[in-house]
């Protein structure tokens, strides 16, 4: 079956740019998404088909998506983006495919 | 207001049944994929199921086939979610979502309902 892996943690400072990724067999060829969520509430996507950004979702979210890799990227970084964060993909054969999560800390 | 609303969730015993129920509003449902999701206490989303706009497409992650499915009522704007032969590790937060996971992801969730298997 199909998988993705996120780094458990990501630190980063307020202001910084992070950078969460997750890996997955030629994960460039799939469409991945991202998802924030908040202690006891539900989450929400950040960014769709790689790049794209929802309605409302500031600019200092972005995405790419390459090779193995895709990464999320959350620029000047504030203390309202500390969340758990998602990866998410499609593959033919397992379906739909969540990272385990990472957890991001702004301190 | 787009909105999605589930129910049915409780204490039900190792074993027993339960049907999860979503209320979509704010956009026509007949247009939309819908998607269940679950989050076990302290764990990470997984996805359960996800059906096409008209009924006629339905996927199940492989642990799940068999003992869970999934449909829906156009007329209804609602979305549903049977599950049979509970076991302790199917406890937890199950999540309604419009989306099937696809390019798209998964755009607008419900606020979850709570299902706990325990004797």
């Known amino acids: 079956s199909y998988e993705l892996t996120q780094p458990p943690s990501v630190s980063v400072s307020p202001g910084q740019t992070a950078s969460i990724t997750c890996s997955g067999d030629?994960?460039?060829?799939?469409?991945a998404c991202w998802y924030q969520q908040k202690p006891g509430q539900s989450p929400v996507v950040v960014i769709y088909?790689?790049?794209k950004r929802p309605s409302g979702i500031p600019e200092r979210f972005s995405g790419s998506n390459s090779g193995n890799t895709a990464t999320l990227t959350i620029s000047g970084t504030q203390a309202m983006d500390e969340a758990d964060y998602y990866c998410?993909?499609?593959?033919?054969?397992?379906?739909?495919?969540f990272g385990g999560g990472t957890k991001l800390t702004v301190l | 207001e787009v909105q999605l609303v589930e129910s049915g969730g409780g204490l039900v015993q190792p074993g027993g049944s339960l049907r999860l129920s979503c209320a979509a509003s704010?956009?026509?449902?007949?247009?939309?994929?819908m998607s269940w999701v679950r989050q076990a206490p302290g764990k990470g989303l997984e996805w359960v199921a996800n059906?096409?706009?008209?009924?006629?497409?339905?996927y199940y992650v492989d642990s799940m086939k068999g003992r869970f499915t999934i449909s829906r009522d156009n007329a209804k704007n609602s979305l549903y979610l049977q599950m049979n032969s509970l076991r302790a590790e199917d406890t937890a937060v199950y999540y309604c979502?419009?989306?099937?996971?696809?390019?798209?992801?998964?755009?607008?969730w419900g606020q979850g309902t709570t299902v706990t298997v325990s004797s």
């Open positions: 979502a419009r989306g099937s996971g696809a390019d798209y992801g998964m755009d607008v």
């Open positions: 704010g956009f026509t449902f007949s247009s939309y994929w």
């Open positions: 059906i096409k706009q008209d009924g006629s497409e339905k």
């Open positions: 030629k994960l460039g060829d799939k469409y």
């Open positions: 088909r790689d790049s």
């Open positions: 998410q993909a499609w593959d033919s054969s397992t379906g739909v495919v």
